[in-house]
């Protein structure tokens, strides 16, 4: 349901783009969002984007990382900029129901996942 692409390797100081293509239900229904997960870490939220446009940041990120939608090409953006060594990790396109009202969940434990994509920066 979810497909990633544009992971890549990069130095320090580096950009990438992330994309997560979507079905049309999915991409206008769910929350959508960014995970990553580093070896040896849990899971980390790095954006998300509500149906209503909300978004949210991991603190990590802020002023680096930019979440976005494509509504002609029902897909999800991660612009990646000024990457760091600590951004290496296997990052993840989710979708998660909203919660009644419109908010994004805490847990997004029961929608759905794509297979991820390896990002990794060089010191």
């Known amino acids: 349901q979810l497909v990633e692409s544009g992971g890549g390797s990069v130095e320090t100081g580096g950009s990438l783009r992330l994309s997560c293509g979507a079905s049309?239900?999915?991409?206008?229904?769910?929350?959508m969002g960014w995970f990553r997960r580093a070896p040896g870490k849990d899971r980390e939220g790095v954006a998300t984007?509500?149906?209503?446009?909300?978004?949210q940041y991991a603190d990590s990120v802020k002023g680096r990382f930019t979440i976005s939608k494509d509504n002609a090409k029902d897909t999800l953006y991660l612009q990646m900029n000024n990457l760091r060594p600590e951004d290496t990790a296997m990052y993840y396109c989710?979708?998660?129901?909203?919660?009644?009202?419109?908010?994004?969940?805490?847990?997004?434990?029961?929608?759905?996942w794509g297979q991820g994509t390896q990002v990794t920066v060089s010191s």
């Open positions: 049309r239900y999915i991409y206008s229904t769910y929350c």
């Open positions: 989710a979708a998660e129901l909203p919660l009644p009202g419109g908010p994004c969940p805490r847990k997004w434990d029961s929608g759905y």
């Open positions: 984007i509500g149906s209503d446009g909300r978004i």
